[in-house]
């Protein structure tokens, strides 16, 4: 979840906020064989959705505000919860793969 290496946990896992770097700068680990794709994605539409769904439902019955105070205030919302989800869970996929899925490469340097 902190960006780190999955198996030195020094090295930085993104170069960028969610561009993964090509190998790790300490261990020398080859993340090439590692990809979230859009699993972290999906479980935060899904989350999100949820969450947010109840969100506007307690909005609406408590306050019964207009259509625009929704339309103004839940788009940054679930802008801001998304982009601050995605870059932890997308880290924790890819560290689980790593742990658990074996890849075509071999890994230079593996301690295992």
């Keep these: 979840m902190a960006g780190r290496c ?3 946990a020094r090295g930085r896992l993104f170069r960028g906020y ?3 770097a090509d ?3 300490v261990c020398g680990l080859d993340y090439g ?3 979230a794709a859009d699993g972290p994605a999906v479980l935060i539409i899904l989350f999100l959705g949820f969450v ?3 969100m506007v439902a307690w909005l609406e019955l408590v306050y019964q505000p207009p259509t625009w105070v ?5 788009p940054p919302v679930i802008f ?8 932890p869970l997308k880290g924790v996929f890819i560290g689980i793969q ?9 890994f230079p340097g593996d301690w295992e």
């Design 52 to 54: 947010i769904a109840g």
């Design 18 to 20: 969610l561009t993964v």
């Design 80 to 87: 801001v919860l998304s982009m601050a989800c995605l870059r």
């Design 6 to 8: 999955p198996r030195c």
């Design 23 to 25: 190998i790790c700068d």
């Design 98 to 106: 790593y742990r658990y899925r074996s890849v075509d490469r071999e």
């Design 70 to 74: 929704h339309m103004v205030v839940w």
């Design 33 to 35: 064989g590692h990809d």
